[in-house]
């Protein structure tokens, strides 16, 4: 009888529709991820586009005279006449020129020299001391003599933009390699791997974070810089076209400038931002981030 009723007994075939494997269930969060991905996040522009709109206001209201403050169209009408002429185009070519330009150089610098003194007690004692004299320096205060030795060419343009891209590049690349965890590098040991190798695979991307921190921060800093550098005798460029708004008292080509500047540098710093997710895709990021 208990054969019997063990032979009678049949089990349910699993439902093979409605079934999902583990790599399936694993896939599906991925791919919404990935779709919800693709959707731009309006929140970080609430703020701007309140910007504008109080601004649009306070020009229909005349809150504040029109040649201080002119209105949201007035610049806009600076910024299509100076596209349709080519002036826009001459001017932001030149100064990503200059500023790119600079920025690599100080930046390579920054990054081989942070890394040499990050990584070599002796190179530390021997460099850093002097860096962090010259890191007090002020930047504008540099614009005289780089004149004097330069001209009133590129080149002190150029090398203005990249002492300031310098310092900040150096300072987190330092700092990063040297707050990496002492205990991973013994992980590295334990595993019998040659400095090399610890480098490549456990100091590098320990210290990446910061170092991509310093970047984007020597970024604006390049930015800020090249309206210093480009006001000292250039004839193109976006800081030249904020200068002759200032002479010729147009706020609303100093307006129109400074927008560009905004735009472009907000540019830059999203192509980074994409660069550091993509490097960064180890991290452990707080949700929504």
Not at 39 to 47: K, M, S, T
Not at 224 to 236: C, I, K
Not at 244 to 273: H, M, T
């Amino acid at each position: 009888m208990t054969t019997g009723t063990r032979t009678g007994t049949r089990t349910a075939p699993p439902d093979t529709h409605h079934a999902e494997t583990p790599s399936a269930r694993a896939k599906a969060p991925a791919r919404t991820r990935r779709r919800g991905a693709r959707l731009p996040d309006p929140l970080p522009w609430l703020l701007p586009l309140g910007v504008l709109a109080v601004w649009q206001l306070a020009s229909w209201n005349t809150w504040m005279d029109p040649l201080l403050l002119p209105s949201p169209g007035a610049v806009a009408r600076v910024l299509w006449d100076s596209a349709g002429d080519g002036t826009l185009v001459t001017d932001l070519s030149a100064s990503i020129e200059r500023w790119a330009s600079g920025f690599l150089i100080g930046a390579s610098l920054g990054l081989l020299l942070g890394s040499l003194v990050g990584l070599s007690v002796l190179s530390e004692r021997l460099l850093d001391t002097s860096v962090q004299m010259l890191r007090t320096v002020p930047v504008s205060g540099l614009s005289p003599l780089l004149i004097v030795w330069l001209g009133l060419d590129e080149a002190p343009k150029v090398v203005l933009v990249a002492v300031g891209s310098f310092f900040p590049v150096y300072i987190n690349t330092f700092g990063g390699i040297r707050n990496v965890d002492r205990k991973l590098v013994e992980v590295g040991q334990v595993f019998q791997w040659n400095r090399p190798t610890v480098l490549r695979r456990i100091v590098l991307p320990a210290a990446l974070p910061e170092i991509l921190n310093g970047i984007r921060y020597a970024l604006g800093v390049a930015w800020v810089l090249l309206v210093l550098a480009e006001l000292l005798g250039a004839t193109s460029g976006l800081g030249f076209m904020l200068n002759q708004g200032r002479e010729l008292s147009r706020v609303d080509v100093v307006i129109a400038a400074l927008l560009v500047f905004a735009v472009a540098g907000k540019a830059v710093d999203l192509l980074v931002r994409a660069a550091e997710r993509r490097l960064l895709r180890w991290r452990d990021l707080p949700a929504g981030a």
